[in-house]
């Protein structure tokens, strides 16, 4: 599986390869591999957190996993960065590279600072390699909701933390360029696009421009200046400014579809930092996501139509 062999190019030789190398080739569902300095190896496997035995077995009883010693987390951590961590620079300050393939390698450790701000980090303690899986088609019974009669209905998708939302709008962003709408992609935590060294991992489509490790405001308003896109797909609306910035896109013509985290439309209606965004009557869809079962995973969506 070329998922497998992406990972594993980044994994040094010994008892981490190894081990993961025997629960990759057998185990379908592993979501996250977890590797943390003086602690047993683990992994979430279909939401629920496995410990390994050197040989790749899954225990639930962490006793039972090996120990990483610091010499494998080092060697892990410069592997992740191609032995050349001065060229990650920038990524490593916001807490997490990208690999090839998508994946996102997540790390903790010692924050060095200066007037406030991470300039990078050192005695890395834990790192996260979340799997990126695309889903073509995760989109299917929503893009006639989104797009219909010529044009692209601005859209506000919503879920639980880990359900799909990424995933969806990675996936309209593929199906709405294949339909000759020009997509423009702000993706501050290289999600979506999943860009290694310059060119999207993800199918986004043919028609689609990416701004990536921008912050999401200034990623909205450059691609407006510079790409004239028909919609702006983004994730995870959090603050005042990020909400600021697409209504001005919206009030430029683009049509917009966004994330959020949330459980139900009643809540997301009362976000303090969205109340902006529905004052103005940014966005014409809801679409909440929600998690039905997780062997065989499967995700229902519901669509609400807002008042114009």
């Known amino acids: 599986m070329q998922q497998v062999k992406e990972i594993l190019s980044y994994i040094p030789g010994g008892r981490i390869k190894e081990s993961l190398s025997a629960l990759l080739d057998s185990e379908p569902d592993v979501e996250e591999i977890r590797v943390r300095s ?15 035995t050197e040989e790749g077995a899954e225990t639930n009883t962490p006793d039972c996993g090996f120990c990483i010693n610091r010499g ?24 997490f590279v990208t690999i090839k393939g998508g994946h996102r390698v997540g790390f903790s450790g010692r924050a060095i600072c200066s007037g406030g701000v991470i300039e990078g980090f050192r005695d890395i303690s834990s790192v996260n390699i979340r799997i990126a899986r695309e889903v073509i088609g995760s989109a299917d019974s929503l893009i006639g909701s989104v797009a219909t009669q010529g044009r692209v209905k601005s859209t506000l998708v919503l879920s639980p933390p880990r359900v799909g ?15 000759g709408f020009k997509v423009g992609i702000a993706d501050d935590r290289s999600e979506i696009a999943a860009m290694y060294r310059g060119v ?45 910035a697409v209504c001005y896109a ?28 529905f004052k103005n009557r940014v966005f014409e869809n809801l679409i909440l996501l929600k998690l039905a079962g997780r062997s065989p995973r499967r995700v229902t969506a519901e669509v609400r139509e807002l008042d114009a």
């Open 38 to 52: 003086g602690r047993p190896l683990s992994a979430v496997v279909r939401g629920n957190i496995v410990y390994l």
């Open 72 to 95: 494998e987390m080092n060697s892990l951590f410069r592997s992740v960065c191609e032995n050349s961590v001065y060229a990650y620079a920038d990524e490593i300050r916001q807490g």
């Open 165 to 179: 939302k990424t995933t969806v709008l990675r996936d309209l962003a593929r199906q709405l360029s294949g339909r």
């Open 200 to 244: 999207p991992s993800a199918d986004v489509g043919v028609n689609t421009d990416v701004i990536e490790n921008a912050p999401k405001a200034d990623a909205v308003t450059i691609l407006l200046r510079t790409m004239s896109p028909s919609v702006i797909i983004t994730d995870e609306l959090v603050t005042e400014a990020e909400a600021a």
């Open 250 to 277: 919206k009030g430029s013509g683009a049509a917009i579809i966004a994330s959020v985290h949330g459980s139900s439309f009643d809540e997301t209606l009362k976000k303090p930092a969205l109340s902006t965004l």
